[in-house]
């Protein structure tokens, strides 16, 4: 059996009242009379509709192939509703039939529907992200279990059962007696894994690095990342059954929980609390094991001591992100904390505006401001007209106020801004939070600790330059730090320009231009970005600049060069700018943060001003093809071992040409080249083929440019992508 996504984007059809599952291209007719071959499909979509175009004939005809042939009765089918953020979930009980007396979309399948208008919510968010495929029929994997489990159980309107909170506190109760054992209580945590049935999710613990350069399940552990195993975007059945063998592992008494609302999830790409062995401090996991004592500790009676040790337990353990850190120690004792990740600080900030301005709300904050938004949280729960008594009661408010369409949000999502002549007033942070979490969620493949000392350098140096070979994900990578600085995606405190040879410093900072009346002097986009910045100084500002040394730096900044220095970012070292207003005496805001791309392999490029070096920090990017870049791609629909002889192909090419005299390193073929923006069942392809068109259409041009006074090195590297 096999479950379906079918999305319709017509309002006049309503597959419940049809009794069946509807798609268009209705100008091909009746597909009953086309031989049952994918090739077949393609030239009666080529011949009856050319208006199609070549590149989508292999999708379109792909999709009615399998509307006709690869359903089969008793498959599921689930409708997502975008307008009502809803699901109907049913069964194929019929072959195709076509219906030409039908104004639209004339193809259906017969279905008995099973369960209609169920929240979206009622799914993980990893089965809610599959959900969101924009193309028209397509196969569930993630979600295939949870949308079973939904077809099996009964409607229901109650309230959320809170009752896994009862079991939570006592699992942490039993992890905390093996703290000086660890050893043991590896091998118990193994024994759950397999008296779970759920060995397969247990994998992402046994990859850690060593020191010596091998790799193998993890030596030492601590108890948020055990809970962590039941706590991640997997389905609710797994959860349940991690969970339940955990507690009978450790002779928990509590039942255990078969529905989590109210709990927040980790990503599964960075479920450890601790960084890989080769990477931690030998005090990093102790310090964890510390910081959920003290919790238990406070939780259980907040004196002056349990307070103090809360706070300086935190600190040993924020070493960048506190987020996940935060979701750990609401775990441990839901009824005494909050969990300040993305979701909750959200809705405290759109909908309690009063609360959240009294609480530390980024992405990274210390153990004072835990410990006083413990308190301030705790002390508005219970005051007259709060809508909730618990904080698992809030939690799930801000999964659901999460889950609303953003047509029927009241504020949109924050996007970019146009430079504007004369600096408008400055916008507060009321969109999604953001951090480096976030970055690994959207797809990012740096570590996380790569990631927080790109951070940190942003912080204190202000200026970075992110530079590597072509598909390194330079831009990519550099508006999301923007916004993890701002603490906000899609922050309207983040500015976008690119350089170009032609570019002046007349057009990037201030000079004359053209008017009704004649000439006018006026600002470019880095002193319109200044001006919003010294508008609002409690707020970071970020312009990324794309392409940075594609134009002439040294000339583009002019004396800004001096100006943009860490140390100089105050009244005593304002200057006159070439073009001045007055007696105007200007300075860059501390505020304001400049994060540029470079790619070092274009030969056409400027050579970069030493000047412009000392004053930005430098990071490289380098391709990525490990397991994070597999886990994301195969995700998408693509198979997972076919990736990981993929991926080693590419970087046996890249060793070839770092060892070339005439290229090096800086040009390595970058993994934004082999990493898909749709999924596998969009493009009507097998993974083989969808590489074969990567390499030919995308790699070998590059190669040929690489090498184009070698054609033969050329036709060998696309040679061995292909695996000739």
């Known amino acids: 059996m096999t479950t379906w996504g079918v999305h319709n984007d017509r309002p006049e059809i309503d597959p419940i009242a049809d009794g069946a599952v509807r798609i268009g291209w209705d100008e091909v007719g009746d597909l009953t009379l086309i031989e049952p071959s994918r090739d077949a499909f393609k030239a009666a979509v080529a011949a009856r509709m050319p208006e199609v175009g070549e590149p989508q004939i292999p999708s379109a005809a792909g999709t009615l192939y399998r509307f006709v042939h690869e359903l089969h009765d008793g498959d599921v089918v689930v409708c997502p509703n975008r307008k009502t953020s809803t699901l109907d979930i049913g069964t194929v009980t019929g072959a195709y039939q076509h219906h030409p007396e039908s104004a639209v979309h004339q193809h259906w399948r017969p279905v008995s529907w099973v369960r209609t208008g169920v929240p979206r919510t009622e799914l993980s968010t990893a089965a809610q992200n599959e959900l969101g495929s924009a193309t028209t029929l397509f196969t569930i994997r993630t979600g295939a279990d949870e949308i079973g489990h939904l077809m099996s159980a009964p409607a229901h309107d109650d309230e959320p059962d809170f009752a896994w909170t009862r079991f939570y506190a006592p699992l942490v109760d039993a992890l905390l007696t093996y703290r ?94 601790f960084l890989p062995e080769d990477e931690r401090d030998e005090h990093a996991i102790p310090a964890l094991w510390e910081l959920c004592v003290a919790a238990t500790e406070y939780a259980a009676a907040a004196t002056e001591h349990s307070r103090e040790r809360l706070v300086s337990a935190f600190d040993a353990c924020a070493t960048g992100s506190t ?166 995606r899609g922050s309207t405190r983040v500015q976008v320009v690119q350089f170009h040879p032609s570019l002046s410093y007349e057009d990037f900072v201030r000079g004359w231009r053209p008017s009704a009346t004649g000439l006018e002097l006026a600002d470019g986009p880095f002193l319109d970005m200044c001006g919003q910045a010294a508008l609002d100084p409690e707020h970071p500002y970020v312009l990324v600049i794309e392409e940075i040394n594609r134009g002439n730096p040294a000339q583009i900044f002019g004396e800004l060069l001096t100006l943009m220095e860490a140390d100089k970012r105050s009244p005593d070292y304002a200057m006159r700018l070439a073009y001045p207003r007055g007696d105007e005496q200007f300075f860059v805001p501390p505020n304001l943060h400049v994060v540029g791309t470079m790619n070092v392999a274009d030969r056409s490029l400027a050579i970069v001003d030493m000047a412009l070096r000392r004053r930005f920090a430098f990071v490289d990017l380098a391709p990525s093809f490990g397991e994070d870049w597999v886990e994301h791609v195969s995700g998408l629909g693509y198979d997972r071992d076919l990736l990981e002889v993929y991926g080693a192909r590419v970087l046996k090419l890249n060793d070839s040409i770092a060892a070339d005299n005439a290229l090096g390193r800086q040009y390595a073929v970058g993994h934004s080249y082999f990493t898909p923006a749709t999924r596998l069942d969009e493009t009507g392809l097998t993974t083989q083929e969808w590489w074969s068109r990567v390499v030919k259409t995308a790699v070998q041009p590059l190669l040929e440019e690489y090498w184009f006074d070698r054609p033969d090195l050329a036709a060998s590297g696309v040679t061995q992508l292909l695996g000739g």
Request: hydrophobic share 35%; net charge negative; with cysteine.
């Open 323 to 488: 987020r996940k850190l935060t979701m750990g120690i609401f775990w441990s004792r839901p009824e005494s904390f909050g969990a300040y990740d993305s979701l909750n600080t959200s809705l405290l900030k759109q909908e309690f505006p009063e609360l959240a301005a009294r609480l530390s709300l980024g992405s990274r904050i210390d153990g004072e401001s835990f410990l006083a938004n413990t308190e301030a949280f705790a002390a508005w729960l219970v005051e007259p007209g709060t809508p909730f008594s618990t904080f698992a009661e809030f939690s799930n408010a801000a999964f659901e106020a999460a889950s609303v369409p953003p047509g029927n949000a009241e504020t949109s999502t924050p996007g970019e801004t146009e430079a504007v002549e004369q600096p408008s007033a400055p916008s507060t942070t009321t969109g999604e939070s953001y951090g480096i979490d976030s970055i690994r969620e959207d797809g990012g493949f740096v570590t996380a600790s790569d990631l927080e000392t790109m951070l940190e350098r942003l912080r204190t140096k202000k200026n970075i330059i992110l530079q590597g070979p072509p598909g390194t994900g330079k831009t990519w990578l550099a508006r999301r730090l923007a916004w993890a600085l701002c603490d906000e």
């Open 180 to 273: 000086d054992d660890r050893t043991t209580l590896l091998e118990k945590l193994w024994n759950a894994a397999q008296a779970s049935g759920r060995q397969e999710l247990f994998k992402y613990l046994r990859s850690d690095h060593y020191v010596d350069g091998t790799r193998g399940p993890i030596r030492d552990v601590d108890p948020f990342t055990i809970l962590g195993t039941f706590n991640r975007g997997i389905r609710p059945e797994a959860r349940s059954d991690i969970a339940r063998a955990l507690g009978d592992e450790f002779g928990v008494q509590a039942p255990s929980p078969t529905t989590f609302p109210g709990v927040p999830l980790v990503n599964n790409l960075a479920s450890w609390f």
